[in-house]
């Protein structure tokens, strides 16, 4: 099945127990030649190597059978944008901080450079392209031994509230900020902050509304209360819910009782 050649790269990739492995490191370890450019060729035929992007590679051992093994995903988003313009965000993080049990297949860059849906080595990641206006509230993490930018707990609730989606729609995403504020898990001041400097009005009439269902003191939500002022209607429960219902004036929300 291998030649004698891929055997030597194949035993050598699994004693020093790799993971992503480029050309410049193929070159150092194996020497520069073409016949290592063919053995990589092979292997990637073989599915020992897998394309993560050009010149960059994930090593499946052979143990990991003939399906290969799963990457690591954490491992992909600084490969993908190693200028460091994306973050972490979305369901892969709603899951990360707690705010559902669920387990999403889909994992959610999003970055200024590209849109797209890539499956890499039986991955599915979800590339999402924003303005770099929306490149807020980002932190350094280390998960499973790889350093990569994700968005921060109240971030990641700004995002919450404008692709509620995975957790099931807005509701769900109104209880769970009521959690976070009851357990006191949420940087109120800094989630404000962040509302504030969010282009969509809608987001941040719902975060308003909530946060004054929390208890929180008008004085906190001043800012919020004022951006909301001159706005027109918008229904609580998104654009697909009944436009009919009592009105909230403070932040010019529809409320929709029916939904309760």
């Not at 291998?2 to 030597?8: D, N």
């Not at 016949?35 to 394309?51: A, E, S, T």
């Not at 989606?165 to 769900?172: A, E, R, S, Y």
């Not at 027109?232 to 009944?242: A, I, K, V």
Request: charged content about 25%.
């Amino acid at each position: 099945m291998f030649g004698p050649r891929e055997t030597e790269v194949i035993t050598r990739l699994s004693y020093e127990k790799t993971g992503i492995i480029t050309n410049e490191q193929f070159q150092k370890l194996f020497g520069k030649s073409m016949l290592i450019r063919q053995v990589i060729y092979q292997l990637k035929k073989k599915g020992i190597l897998k394309p993560v992007r050009k010149g960059v590679y994930y090593y499946s051992p052979l143990e990991a059978g003939p399906f290969g093994s799963k990457i690591n995903a954490y491992l992909i988003p600084p490969i993908l944008f190693p200028n460091g313009n994306y973050y972490v965000g979305y369901s892969t993080m709603y899951n990360f901080y707690g705010f559902t049990d669920q387990i999403f297949q889909t994992f959610y860059i999003l970055n200024t450079a590209s849109q797209k849906t890539r499956v890499i080595c039986g991955s599915q990641f979800k590339l999402i392209k924003i303005p770099a206006s929306r490149m807020f509230g980002l932190e350094k993490v280390k998960v499973h031994g790889s350093e990569m930018i994700v968005s921060d707990r109240e971030r990641t609730l700004i995002d919450l509230f404008y692709f509620p989606d995975p957790v099931g729609g807005l509701k769900p995403v109104f209880e769970i900020l009521k959690s976070e504020v009851r357990e006191q898990k949420v940087d109120v001041r800094k989630f404000v902050k962040y509302a504030l400097g969010f282009p969509s009005i809608s987001t941040r009439k719902r975060i308003g509304y909530v946060l004054e269902k929390c208890g929180i003191p008008e004085t906190m939500l001043k800012s919020l209360i004022k951006s909301a002022a001159k706005t027109s209607l918008w229904p609580l429960y998104g654009p697909r819910t009944s436009r009919t219902g009592a009105i909230n004036q403070k932040w010019k929300l529809i409320i929709d009782d029916t939904r309760k």
